[in-house]
Nanobody, 119 residues
Framework: VQLQASGGGLVQAGGSLRLSCAAS????????MAWYRQAPGKQRELVAI???????DYAHSVKGRFTISRDNARNTVYLQMNGLKPEDTAVYYC??????????????WGQGTLVTVSS
């Protein structure tokens, strides 16, 4: 199963971006989908996660500014980022886990998309 992320870029503080991540391959079902980020010199951290039933959790630092959603028909997860701050600058990675057509479980990462927020 492959994940393809898109939507990163350069934006001024206070601006918005929308990230997308589409899963492809021999997918039977996807359970959880999430976005992580890694800033220079820091560890990768969970930004937001959406569970199979649609419930969500967010890192405290993004709560109220970011919204995660998913389109199950398209095997795609989105991250709407509003009120961006310079400290949101990072490479953003999408993640998904589930089951493939041959009944094997999978967990996959996207390639990362860079978000840069200028002050």
């Amino acid at each position: 199963v492959q994940l393809q992320a898109s939507g990163g870029g350069l934006v001024q503080a206070g601006g918005s971006l929308r990230l997308s991540c589409a899963a492809s391959g021999s997918i039977a079902s996807i359970n959880n989908m999430a976005w992580y980020r890694q800033a220079p010199g820091k560890q990768r951290e969970l930004v937001a996660i959406i569970y199979s039933r649609g419930t969500t959790d967010y890192a405290h630092s993004v709560k109220g500014r970011f919204t995660i959603s998913r389109d199950n028909a398209r095997n795609t997860v989105y991250l709407q980022m509003n009120g961006l701050k310079p400290e949101d600058t990072a490479v953003y990675y999408c993640f998904a886990d589930g089951y493939s057509d041959n009944d094997q479980d999978f967990d996959s990462w996207g390639q990362g998309t860079l978000v840069t927020v200028s002050s």
